[in-house]
C-alpha cells in the first residue's frame, strides 16, 4: 500500500514570496491533517479536512496561510507571503476515519527554509 | 486545552541498557495516546498506542502503560539496540480536538 506522498521535498524563498506544498494522502482516507514542525519541536496540528471540509483551523495564520482539499482526495498548502518564523518542515498525514483512536500516518515531510 | 510533556534530550544509552522516556499529559476527558518514533532521514511513524485507561501498546520490544491516575504513558523497552536511536514523541488526541497534540520530542542514542 502506498504511504503519503508530500512534494516537494525542500523548498527555500526568500521572505515575502509564496509558496505552495502538495500532498496526496493513502487510498481510502477520509480524514487529512497538515502539521507544521519547527526544528527541535514536536509538530503542531495547522488544517484539518473531513473529505473535502475543513474541520478545524483554529491554528492556521488565515492572514498568510490557506488551504483546499478538491474533491477530497489531494490537497494543497500555501503560504503568501512567507515570513522567516514560516521555516519548518511541514508534514501531512492522513487516517481511514475520523476517530481519536485511529492511527494517523505520515509522509515525509516538505522542508521549507525562508531567507 | 491539551498538553504533553516528555523528558529532553539527548538521552544516551549504552547497548543492551533498559530505556524509559517519561511522558505525563493533560487533556479533558478520555484521550487516546500515542508514541510515534523518527529514525533519521525518514518520516514519522507510529511506535506504538494505547485508547483506554489501564490499555498497554506495545511493539518491538517498546511497552507503554496508559495510567489515567498519574496521567501518565511513559516509554520502556528492556535492552535497546543500536537501531532504536531516533527521536521519539509523545502525542495524544482527546478533549473534543482530532488533531495530534505532540511532546517536543526525546532524542535517543544508543552506543555500541
Known amino acids: 500500500e502506498a504511504g503519503v506522498a508530500q512534494s516537494p521535498r525542500y523548498k527555500i524563498i526568500e521572505k515575502r514570496q509564496s509558496v505552495a506544498f502538495w500532498c496526496n494522502p493513502i487510498?481510502?482516507?477520509?480524514?487529512l491533517y497538515w502539521y507544521q514542525q519547527i526544528l527541535g519541536q514536536g509538530p503542531k496540528l495547522l488544517i484539518q479536512f473531513q473529505n473535502n471540509g475543513v474541520v478545524d483551523d483554529s491554528q492556521l495564520p488565515k492572514d498568510r496561510f490557506s488551504a483546499e482539499r478538491l474533491k477530497g482526495v489531494d490537497s494543497t498548502l500555501k503560504i503568501q507571503p512567507a515570513k522567516l518564523e514560516d521555516s519548518a518542515v511541514y508534514l501531512c498525514?492522513?487516517?481511514?476515519?475520523?476517530?481519536?483512536?485511529?492511527?494517523?500516518?505520515f509522509g515525509p515531510g516538505t522542508r521549507l527554509l525562508v531567507l | 486545552g491539551n498538553s504533553v510533556t516528555q523528558m529532553e534530550g539527548p538521552v544516551t544509552l549504552s547497548e543492551e541498557a533498559f530505556l524509559t522516556i517519561n511522558c505525563t499529559y493533560t487533556a479533558t476527558g478520555y484521550p487516546s495516546l500515542f508514541w510515534y518514533v523518527q529514525y533519521p532521514g525518514e518520516g514519522l511513524q507510529l511506535l506504538l498506542k494505547a485508547t483506554k485507561a489501564d490499555d498497554k501498546g506495545s511493539n518491538k520490544g517498546f511497552e507503554a502503560t496508559y495510567r489515567k491516575e498519574t496521567t501518565s504513558f511513559h516509554l520502556e523497552k528492556g535492552s535497546v539496540q543500536v537501531s532504536d536511536s531516533a527521536v521519539y514523541f509523545c502525542a495524544l488526541i482527546g478533549g473534543g480536538a482530532d488533531g495530534l497534540t505532540f511532546g517536543k520530542g526525546t532524542h535517543l542514542i544508543i552506543q555500541p
Open positions: 487510498s481510502g482516507h477520509a480524514t
Open positions: 498525514a492522513s487516517s481511514l476515519v475520523r476517530t481519536a483512536q485511529e492511527t494517523q500516518y
